[in-house]
């Protein structure tokens, strides 16, 4: 049997599309997928998700270990996060020693990471919807990094401490940046570590 060779990919996931190729059930029918973006080898997968609302640094692969190994709760991924309103510094500590939110309908502890404001706002291409202007008060650019990945955690974890999200960008998954990548491009990796 001849050995498939192994494809990596990094893919700056526009606004409005899920972290899919293929869509299982009617309720999803009219939503965009990864596979309008680039013409992926036969067998991609997505390491992990962004729902459909979130952009940013998205892995892809051919080999079912690495995926395994990047979503097992080694690896660091860090978001940038537009919330709504001036985030307190009590807000920030929460957000570094753990946040109570709801996971599957039960409460859940998330595991201490890192938080910190962002010294200036990041320089992202504008999201397809818009998201609101400064007329309806201030906002806030964080960056938050966690290990694990529960059902749209980081929301969760901004919405419990005050500040809910409005835009919500991955920039680094471990040691790989989102970079210069153009919004709904694609570049081939060597690996992925």
Request: charged share 25%.
């Amino acid at each position: 049997m001849t050995k498939q060779p192994i494809f990596h990919f990094k893919l700056f996931k526009p606004y409005g599309f899920i972290s899919q190729f293929i869509i299982n059930g009617k309720q999803k029918r009219n939503k965009r997928l990864l596979g309008e973006l680039f013409n992926f080898p036969e067998n991609t997968m997505a390491i992990g998700r962004l729902d459909e609302n979130s952009e940013g640094l998205l892995l892809l692969t051919t080999d079912g270990k690495t995926s395994t190994y990047v979503t097992g709760g080694k690896i660091e991924k860090e978001y940038y996060v537009q919330v709504d309103g001036t985030i307190t510094a009590e807000a920030i500590t929460t957000l570094q020693t753990g946040v109570s939110i709801t996971v599957n309908a039960k409460p859940y502890l998330t595991k201490p990471g890192k938080a910190y404001v962002l010294d200036a706002t990041p320089d992202f291409p504008e999201r397809g919807k818009k998201i609101r202007d400064a007329r309806h008060g201030p906002t806030t650019w964080i960056s938050i990094t966690i290990k694990e990945g529960k059902y749209r955690q980081v929301r969760k974890m901004t919405s419990a401490v005050g500040f809910p999200t409005l835009r919500l960008v991955r920039v680094r998954v471990g040691t790989i940046i989102l970079g210069d990548l153009e919004m709904g491009h694609v570049e081939p990796l060597e690996t992925i570590q």
